[in-house]
């Protein structure tokens, strides 16, 4: 048998001396017995199954029956028994070497009627039962996936499988109806959703106390995520990876750090003008005291980086350095005097997908921040390539473009497309609404790319307004639609008190919009959508045609999606805590691609001296209301104070 499967213990079969010789007792425990037997028929098809497996081979996993050496495990199943008393024992346990936090759990049953009771809860006569037993042991320290196998040939095999995430209540069905490679179930399980959401909001966790480090350590907001995004894209670096921990100088790891971050970006076939200025971004880390003082410092910011994020980021596609700017900034003046407000990565997504974007689309954003709408649609194009590298090397060079004026975003922004493996010669660092370097911008692409820029899709989440000097965010609606190829989709999300205004300048400039635009649709959004920023605005998200004028007799979209699933938690701050987010998503779409109309969802001739937005028009029956409803929104508002209290 192979080394990495370990049999903890033999078949138990009731000794002879312990039956009861009288005929009726007698059967029943040659029936037990014989049924024993039959299931060691089942064991041994999954046995064989995994025995054969590539990982099995190549011993990266360790299968063991019944029992486990590991001692995490064990300790679990103490008092795990499917009787109710003792140590649980499942057929199979199976761990990954290189994958510590997941284990498979398999449990195995002869008789296809005992596959699964309907309340779940026989735990020692069904497959189902035991197994989620098992799991719901297991989970407090393990993410699980739990197999449920019953019959006596392979021809009858009946298999349930099931993800339960740490930490978790509920096991969910994952995969299909059959045994798979052990390959397999490690791809699955990392692209599973809920797997996302855990280590999504592990993340967000590690952030806060990420800042409270660098806060210590005296390193100002405004250049923290700079710090990140220079030592990710250092780790990129294999001989800087491999030889980092040897430097014995603070002041050789700092020089070696920042020299690999500009050999990184100049890998990235950038103009020089460009690594200059990101050179310059960067090179607060040659001369930080926290640096230069004591060598290990940096190491082990390096080292945890590596562990936390880096990891995180070759896994799923998103936009961490957004994420980690968001809470670098929540609690410091300068986010909010700048207007910056960063999108949700599920609203950058839902842009994506309310778009069409596919392979073909050249998508802009001429305010693009740490570029969360270009990495998801980014992400979205390479995905539709299906595998076709030169395509996905024109959709990395040639149909993502950007704007950003602020130094120290633009370098974020920049280092962000590296390392999601981008293009990110096509970001521009320059005012959008200065035409001598819009037309600098289109020159340097066409040199670059030898393609003129003609964009076919805009995102953006401007700059919101301040004070009264700032610029207005339907002026950066209005530059981007500019930009746009005609009948091109422009999609922004800007605050609710644009599209409500019925005169003054923001009355003007809907009547510039709807003049050379048309207005296809609004939606309403969740009022605490920017929580994680700690900015309180109330947004609507717009979609235009561009260069086409609003047709009189066209009536526009409108959606009251305020409700996303996602709900505010003390450790995560607003996430999709209860995965809900994707039904949501699903509905929101057919909503606005079928022109739906239902009572939060209809469409209706508009104007610019109108309100653009649906709860304008909403007829709402309040005789539908209960007291009930009354009582249960209080008890909600309660619980949540209770549980988000100090």
């Given at each position: 048998m192979n080394n990495n499967i370990r049999k903890m213990s033999k078949l138990e079969l009731i000794p002879d001396h312990k039956k009861i010789d009288k005929g009726g007792d007698q059967r029943i425990l040659e029936g037990q017995t014989c049924s024993l037997m039959n299931e060691r028929i089942t064991e041994n098809i999954v046995r064989e199954h995994f025995k054969k497996d590539a990982l099995v081979k190549d011993s990266k996993v360790i299968i063991e029956e019944q029992d486990s050496i590991n001692p995490r495990i064990n300790k679990l199943l103490k008092n795990a028994s499917k009787k109710g008393l003792g140590k649980g024992k499942p057929e199979f346990i199976i761990s990954f070497k290189d994958e510590s936090n997941l284990i498979i759990v398999i449990e195995c049953k002869a008789d296809i009627t005992k596959h699964e009771s309907k309340k779940r809860d026989n735990y020692s006569e069904y497959a189902v039962d035991?197994?989620?037993?098992?799991?719901?042991?297991?989970?407090?320290?393990?993410?699980?996936?739990?197999?449920?196998?019953?019959?006596?040939?392979?021809?009858?095999?009946?298999?349930?499988?099931?993800?339960?995430?740490?930490?978790?209540?509920?096991?969910?069905?994952?995969?299909?109806?059959?045994?798979?490679?052990?390959?397999?179930?490690?791809?699955?399980?990392?692209?599973?959703?809920?797997?996302?959401?855990?280590?999504?909001?592990?993340?967000?966790?590690?952030?806060?106390?990420?800042?409270?480090?660098?806060?210590?350590?005296?390193?100002?907001?405004?250049?923290?995520?700079?710090?990140?995004?220079g030592i990710l894209l250092a780790l990129r670096n294999e001989v800087f990876k491999t030889s980092y921990e040897k430097h014995k100088k603070p002041k050789t790891l700092s020089g070696s750090l920042v020299t690999t971050i500009s050999e990184e970006l100049k890998e990235g076939n950038i103009q020089d003008m460009k690594i200059q200025d990101l050179e310059r971004e960067y090179s607060f880390i040659r001369h930080h005291e926290s640096f230069v003082s004591d060598v290990n410092i940096l190491k082990d910011i390096i080292k945890d980086i590596d562990t936390n994020i880096h990891s995180f980021i070759k896994t799923y596609k998103h936009d961490v350095l957004g994420q980690f700017y968001i809470e670098f900034l929540r609690y410091a003046n300068s986010d909010k005097g700048l207007g910056i407000v960063l999108t949700p990565p599920h609203i950058t997504d839902l842009f994506v997908d309310l778009a069409k974007v596919n392979k073909d689309s050249i998508v802009f954003d001429n305010c693009c921040g740490t570029g969360g709408f270009l990495i998801s649609a980014m992400n979205k194009m390479i995905d539709d390539a299906k595998g076709n590298n030169v395509k996905i090397k024109d959709i990395k060079n040639k149909q993502i473009i950007g704007f950003e004026f602020q130094n120290d975003i633009f370098a974020l922004a920049c280092s962000n497309m590296f390392i999601h493996k981008d293009g990110s010669s096509s970001i521009f660092k320059g005012d959008c609404f200065k035409p001598d370097f819009i037309e600098q911008s289109k020159e340097d692409f066409k040199k670059k790319t030898g393609s003129e820029m003609k964009p076919n899709v805009g995102f953006l989440n401007p700059p919101?307004?301040?004070?009264?000097?700032?610029?207005?965010?339907?002026?950066?609606?209005?530059?981007?639609?500019?930009?746009?190829?005609?009948?091109?989709?422009?999609?922004?999300?800007?605050?609710?008190?644009?599209?409500?205004?019925?005169?003054?300048?923001?009355?003007?400039?809907?009547?510039?919009?709807?003049?050379?635009?048309?207005?296809?649709?609004?939606?309403?959004?969740?009022?605490?959508?920017?929580?994680?920023?700690?900015?309180?605005?109330?947004?609507?998200?717009?979609?235009?045609?561009?260069?086409?004028?609003?047709?009189?007799?066209?009536?526009?979209?409108?959606?009251?999606?305020?409700?996303?699933?996602?709900?505010?938690?003390?450790?995560?701050?607003?996430?999709?805590?209860?995965?809900?987010?994707?039904?949501?998503r699903t509905q929101w779409l057919d909503e606005y691609e079928n022109k739906k109309r239902t009572p939060y969802c209809f469409t209706k001739l508009l104007t610019p001296e109108d309100e653009w937005c649906v709860e304008a028009y909403m007829q709402v029956d309040y005789s539908i209301l209960k007291e009930d409803d009354f009582v249960k929104s209080i008890k909600d508002y309660v619980s949540f104070k209770l549980a988000n209290s100090d």
């Open positions: 035991g197994v989620l037993l098992y799991s719901s042991f297991l989970s407090k320290s393990f993410d699980v996936i739990s197999i449920a196998v019953s019959g006596e040939t392979k021809k009858e095999l009946k298999v349930s499988q099931f993800l339960q995430i740490r930490d978790t209540f509920e096991a969910k069905d994952f995969l299909g109806v059959d045994l798979l490679s052990l390959e397999n179930y490690l791809d699955e399980y990392k692209n599973d959703e809920h797997k996302l959401h855990q280590d999504f909001n592990d993340l967000m966790v590690y952030s806060k106390q990420l800042n409270e480090r660098l806060h210590k350590l005296k390193i100002k907001e405004s250049i923290r995520s700079l710090l990140i995004s919101y307004k301040n004070i009264k000097s700032d610029t207005e965010e339907f002026e950066f609606v209005l530059n981007n639609l500019e930009i746009l190829e005609p009948n091109g989709t422009c999609i922004a999300i800007i605050p609710m008190s644009c599209v409500t205004a019925t005169e003054g300048h923001l009355l003007e400039l809907k009547k510039r919009l709807m003049e050379k635009h048309t207005l296809d649709a609004v939606f309403s959004m969740p009022n605490e959508l920017f929580f994680n920023s700690n900015v309180g605005t109330i947004c609507a998200i717009v979609v235009f045609k561009a260069h086409q004028p609003h047709p009189k007799n066209k009536e526009t979209f409108l959606g009251y999606w305020k409700d996303d699933g996602y709900v505010k938690t003390r450790r995560f701050g607003r996430a999709d805590y209860n995965n809900k987010w994707e039904k949501i």
